[in-house]
Nanobody
């Protein structure tokens, strides 16, 4: 499974960004996709996960600002991030669960004025 993430960048506090992650080359059923993030000096943490049936789980304190969604027909997931805060600054990593967990290259999100 190859994962291509996009949508990171620089945004001011209070702004919004939308990340995308497209899976390709699997040939097998993808059971879940989602995002982790890792801020400088911190451990990687779960941002959100979604299954093909649309069941979602968001990281603690992120629900309400971050929303994960999918285009199941395209094996693509999106992460809508609103009301961004400087502490949301991190590298965001897309993942897909099939026979094992696959990771995309991270995309940097910087929230700064």
């Amino acid at each position: 499974v190859q994962l291509q993430a996009s949508g990171g960048g620089l945004v001011q506090p209070g702004g919004s960004l939308r990340l995308s992650c497209a899976a390709s080359g699997s040939g097998t059923k993808i059971n879940a996709m989602g995002w982790y993030r890792q801020a400088p000096g911190k451990q990687r943490e779960l941002v959100a996960i979604i299954t093909p049936g649309g069941n979602t789980n968001h990281g603690h304190s992120l629900e309400g600002r971050f929303t994960i969604s999918e285009d199941n027909g395209q094996d693509t997931v999106y992460l809508q991030m609103n009301s961004l805060k400087p502490e949301d600054t991190a590298v965001y990593y897309c993942f897909a669960d099939s026979f094992g967990r696959y990771w995309g290259e991270g995309t940097l999100v910087t929230v700064s004025s």
